[in-house]
C-alpha cells in the first residue's frame, strides 16, 4: 500500500497514531498489548489533560476527586451570592 501523500495508508496514518497505555517515558514498550489507536484530536486531548498518566492513575484521580466531591457536597456553595 502507497504512503504516498493523499493515499488510504498516509490518510490513515496522518488521522490516527498509538498510544502508549503504559507510557514510554515509564518504560511502556511498541507492541501491541501496550497500544491503542486513537484519532489524533483524541490522542491530543488525552495527553492535554492527563500528561502521561496511565488509564488506572487517571481513574485513581477522578475517583480522588469524586470522593472530594461528595465531601465538600452542601459545604460550598455553587453560586456567590450578589450582595
Ligand atoms: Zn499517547
Redesign the pocket.
Known amino acids: 500500500m502507497s504512503k504516498k501523500k493523499g493515499s488510504r495508508k498516509w490518510e490513515r496514518e496522518w488521522m490516527f497514531n498509538e498510544?502508549?497505555l503504559v507510557p514510554k517515558v515509564c518504560g511502556g514498550k511498541a507492541n501491541p498489548q501496550n497500544l491503542i489507536t486513537l484519532d489524533i484530536s483524541r490522542?491530543v486531548c488525552?495527553?492535554f489533560l492527563f500528561g502521561n498518566l496511565t488509564i488506572d492513575e487517571v481513574i485513581e484521580m477522578l475517583e480522588r476527586l469524586k470522593r472530594c466531591q461528595k465531601n465538600r457536597k452542601g459545604k460550598i456553595p455553587h453560586k456567590r451570592s450578589n450582595k
Do not use: P
Request: no cysteine; glycine share 0%; charged share 0%.
Open positions: 498510544h502508549h490522542h488525552w495527553h
